[in-house]
């Protein structure tokens, strides 16, 4: 059977992530912003959390670690260059590694810069991949610990999976993201039409989360700084360098 995803809002703009195998009847959470609604949203769906999969150590994003696991149990996996910053783990993993949850695996991604030890869970089999703040519907997260360099790589890695995969980020930012994409790449009509659907569906109280990658690497300002329509109209002589001038721009916007 295909993997479940229980999605469901908590905190101010968090977005929580429920993962469950209906063979193994194993559930993962995708970090723990809240612990209370986590154990209550499991709860109500029938599932036993069994596992924690950490993107890096924002609290939150592993704040709720040591209430679940106290009272589920559950193993906590959670990004080497992070682990030190969060509670309760039991193993930690790098660019590269598997994690499975049930006959299901998820190869892990290096996607540092938001934090230097960032991660993302890629279930190419599953056509899904859970990028916590590395990418947002239209945006980016800020670059709080790493360097542009590192970032784009980190991007570029992102855009290298299959057009395909829905990508599963942390917030609801899209609305403030989308006014700043319309000002980095006011010509893009993809990008229109992206907004004005994101206007309707925030207007309606709907999500914007999950989203396909191919239409983020068609829209999204900061995955196409290798564009050299972009190059032009934000300069740089190289990808990260102008990755670096729409990030402080955004930051300022």
């Given at each position: 059977?295909?993997l479940?995803?229980h999605q469901f809002p908590?905190?101010s703009?968090?977005?929580?992530?429920l993962?469950?195998?209906?063979?193994?009847?194993?559930t993962?959470?995708?970090d723990?912003?809240d612990?209370e609604?986590y154990?209550?949203?499991?709860?109500?769906?029938g599932?036993?959390?069994?596992?924690?999969?950490?993107?890096h150590?924002?609290?939150d994003?592993?704040g709720g670690?040591?209430?679940?696991?106290?009272?589920?149990?559950c193993?906590i996996?959670?990004?080497?260059?992070?682990?030190?910053?969060?509670?309760?783990?039991?193993r930690?993993v790098?660019?590269?590694?598997?994690v499975?949850?049930?006959n299901?695996?998820?190869?892990?991604?290096d996607?540092?810069?938001h934090t230097m030890?960032?991660?993302?869970?890629h279930?190419a089999d599953?056509?899904m991949?859970?990028v916590g703040?590395?990418?947002?519907a239209?945006?980016?997260?800020r670059?709080?610990?790493?360097?542009?360099?590192?970032?784009?790589?980190?991007?570029?890695?992102?855009?290298?999976?299959?057009?395909?995969?829905?990508?599963?980020?942390a917030?609801?930012?899209t609305?403030?993201n989308?006014a700043?994409?319309?000002h980095?790449d006011?010509?893009?009509?993809?990008l229109?039409s992206?907004?004005?659907e994101?206007?309707?569906?925030?207007?309606?109280?709907e999500?914007?989360?999950?989203?396909p990658l191919?239409?983020?690497?068609k829209?999204n300002?900061?995955?196409?700084?290798?564009?050299p329509?972009?190059?032009v109209r934000?300069?740089?002589?190289?990808?990260?360098?102008t990755?670096?001038a729409?990030?402080?721009a955004k930051?300022n916007?």
């Amino acid at each position: 059977m295909t993997l479940e995803v229980h999605q469901f809002p908590c905190l101010s703009d968090n977005y929580g992530f429920l993962l469950h195998d209906p063979d193994s009847g194993e559930t993962a959470c995708i970090d723990t912003p809240d612990a209370e609604e986590y154990l209550k949203q499991a709860k109500a769906k029938g599932w036993t959390i069994t596992q924690i999969w950490n993107t890096h150590w924002h609290p939150d994003h592993a704040g709720g670690n040591e209430a679940i696991k106290a009272a589920t149990g559950c193993t906590i996996t959670a990004p080497a260059n992070d682990a030190a910053k969060i509670a309760a783990v039991d193993r930690t993993v790098g660019h590269g590694d598997t994690v499975t949850l049930g006959n299901h695996s998820a190869r892990v991604i290096d996607v540092g810069g938001h934090t230097m030890g960032h991660i993302a869970y890629h279930l190419a089999d599953s056509g899904m991949a859970f990028v916590g703040d590395s990418v947002f519907a239209l945006g980016c997260g800020r670059m709080f610990e790493g360097t542009a360099p590192q970032f784009w790589d980190s991007l570029t890695r992102i855009k290298d999976m299959p057009s395909e995969t829905t990508l599963y980020c942390a917030h609801e930012y899209t609305k403030a993201n989308a006014a700043f994409a319309l000002h980095a790449d006011p010509e893009n009509s993809a990008l229109q039409s992206y907004a004005e659907e994101i206007e309707r569906k925030r207007a309606a109280g709907e999500w914007t989360v999950p989203f396909p990658l191919g239409r983020e690497l068609k829209t999204n300002p900061f995955l196409r700084a290798d564009d050299p329509a972009m190059q032009v109209r934000w300069g740089g002589d190289a990808p990260h360098e102008t990755f670096a001038a729409l990030r402080a721009a955004k930051d300022n916007f």
